[in-house]
């Protein structure tokens, strides 16, 4: 049976850090402005040290709501150290977007969708062993990889009519 219980306690945490940046972001990127080795800029002015920081602050805040809620208190670890797997994920997303050429804001499936949930995954994993661990089966991760594209798809066109991002990825 797969466990959506434990993979909706996960998901929350890493989901609104990612989404928060949207909304609050802004200000002085995060590689501030320098270029890497292939004159490309490292990350790129969608990386804001702002949106990093409401990333993991509004993902802890959701982590820390949630381990009230339902009185487990590794709840609040689990999901600050997802949320900041979330924000090393998007990180490592553009990191990666522009050294394959991809300039900021243009579309890549994985790096957009799904990098940041794998990092989330990882950095979770110590204490999900423990305390969730039907969230590290196979049939889970997968069920959150599926999910998670469905549900980004879904965010950004939403958050595009809303007038919040440019373009609806
Ligand atoms: N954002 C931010 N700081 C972050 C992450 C995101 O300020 N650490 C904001 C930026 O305004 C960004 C928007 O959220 O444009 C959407 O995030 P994302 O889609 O991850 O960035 P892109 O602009 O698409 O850039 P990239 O191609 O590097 O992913
Ligand atoms: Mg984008």
């Keep these: 049976m797969l466990d959506l219980w434990a993979i ?44 990093l920081a409401a990333g993991v602050g509004a993902g802890a805040l ?18 600050t150290l997802a949320s900041c ?18 300039e900021r804001g243009k579309p890549s499936f994985v790096m957009d969708q799904l990098l940041f949930i794998v990092f989330a995954l ?9 305390e969730l ?7 889970s991760v997968a069920t959150i990889m599926v999910l998670t594209y469905v549900m980004h798809r879904a965010a950004n066109i939403a958050a595009n009519r809303l007038g919040l991002k440019k373009v609806p990825w």
Excluded at 133 to 139: D, F, N, Q
């Design 133 to 139: 661990p039907a969230v590290l089966r196979a049939e």
């Design 122 to 130: 990882v950095l979770a994993a110590p204490v999900l062993v423990h």
């Design 8 to 51: 909706l306690v996960f998901i929350i945490p890493p989901y609104i850090a990612n989404a928060a940046p949207v909304v609050l972001g802004g200000g002085p990127p995060v590689d501030f402005g320098a270029v890497a080795w292939d004159k490309r800029r490292w990350l790129g002015d969608g990386k804001t040290w702002r949106g």
């Design 62 to 79: 959701a982590s820390a709501l949630l381990s009230y809620l339902l009185s487990a208190p590794w709840i609040l670890l689990m999901g």
């Design 85 to 102: 797997g979330a924000m090393l994920g998007d990180l490592a997303g553009s990191f990666i977007k522009r050294r394959m050429g991809i």
